[in-house]
């Protein structure tokens, strides 16, 4: 994905840009600008370098004070969406708090506001948490309640615990407490985009404190559709987990009747790069909620296991049988490296073991 990411950056692209920032600055010079961008390095460029590199060479071809060149900027980005623009963002991040003066930081806090509508600023918003966090985060309070969903997911996306491939913030690792204000004004929010980055950021926070996410769920289930949604796709590690305290929510009690009755794989032998079919029924299920997953015990290079569980089932007033089919591949991703050797394939309704088979990877 990032590999073809990065082709999007191309010459056509650059000449693009630099067309665009020239009509909104004629002071531009493009022609310098391309050849910066396009040096004798770009090609062997990630996809995030190239962003980082796009950047810096508008920085150094701009040459204007911070509140200028934001403004160059602001009437340039229109037409570069999407994960790619956004290195306007980025040049907010790189360049906003060198010299944090009030009005900067008021130049750099409409600025980001503005380019997350057409790009996002997720990643460029952490920087400014950190340098600032109760400002900041009073900020972020605000657009929780803006009228454009953008803007309303930063508020929640840009202060993700554990954002990926973003920088991290260890303080709401250790105290999430400024989160939940924000969480709480968009926790029935009708955009589907919002909802997604709320979830996210308390799954997130579950990771360090189960406890507060189980207690704000308990708090909220039941009361809007939008917030019910929003704790199933919250609670997705902690009920792999097959967290007791999570699994009460959803009322997924404990199997004590339900038996395996048959389980059946294709190859009880099978090489790396093929795939793993297998069959198995239930009986006498749980009369209230049924979550059904499957786990892989993957058989690691030092000989030990790797157990990774997949949820494949949920429902409600089921019959007391039935019947599940699933297939495995075993193909070499760049998540995942298989190995020789014994692995497992284990059964679970509601959190709890119904069965497991061995099988082996050769």
């Keep these: 994905m990032a590999d073809a990411l990065k082709h999007n950056y191309n010459p056509r692209y650059i000449a693009k840009l630099a067309t665009a920032l020239h009509q909104a600055h004629p002071a531009f010079d493009q022609t310098r600008f391309k050849k910066q961008v396009l040096n004798k390095d770009w090609e062997s460029m990630e996809l995030k370098q190239r ?9 150094q071809t701009l040459n204007l004070p911070y509140p200028k060149a934001v403004t160059v900027l602001i009437k340039a980005c229109k037409t570069f969406g999407g994960y790619e623009g956004m290195f306007f963002p980025d040049y907010i991040e790189q360049y906003g708090l060198l010299n944090p003066s009030s009005n900067n930081w008021k130049t750099s806090i ?9 790009s996002s600023s997720e ?14 985060m009073v900020q972020m309070l605000k657009w929780s309640k803006h009228k454009n969903e953008h803007v309303r997911r930063l508020a929640s996306e840009g202060c993700r615990p554990r954002l990926p491939w973003a920088m991290a913030l260890p303080a709401f690792k250790k105290n999430p407490s400024m989160i939940f204000p924000i969480l709480n004004n968009l926790k029935t929010d009708e955009s589907l985009y919002v909802r997604k980055s709320v979830a996210n950021n308390l799954n997130d926070i579950s990771k360090d404190h189960p406890d507060l996410v189980i207690k704000w769920c308990r708090k909220n289930i039941g009361k809007h ?33 339900t038996k395996l009755t048959r389980l059946e794989l294709n190859k009880q032998k099978l090489s790396i790069g093929e795939t793993l079919r297998f069959s198995w029924e239930l009986e006498n299920l749980p009369k209230n909620a049924l979550r059904v997953e499957y786990a892989i015990h993957y058989a690691k290079k030092n000989g030990s296991l790797s157990l990774k569980k997949f949820h494949i089932f949920d429902g409600n007033n089921m019959d007391s049988k039935k019947t599940f089919n699933k297939n495995h591949s075993f193909v070499q991703r760049t998540t995942r490296t298989h190995h020789k ?16 088979q061995a099988f082996v990877l050769l």
């Design 123 to 136: 990643f460029a918003v952490r920087p400014f948490i950190t340098k600032d966090t109760k400002k900041m």
């Design 225 to 257: 559709k939008h917030t019910n949604w929003i704790i199933k796709r919250a609670c997705r590690t902690l009920l792999k987990a097959g967290n007791s305290a999570t699994l009460s929510i959803f009322n997924y009690t404990k199997p004590q009747k």
């Design 51 to 59: 962003l980082h590199h796009i950047t810096h060479c508008l920085h």
């Design 110 to 118: 409409h600025a980001l506001e503005f380019f997350t509508q057409i």
């Design 341 to 356: 050797g014994e692995h497992w394939l284990e059964l679970f309704v509601n959190g709890h073991t119904v069965g497991k």
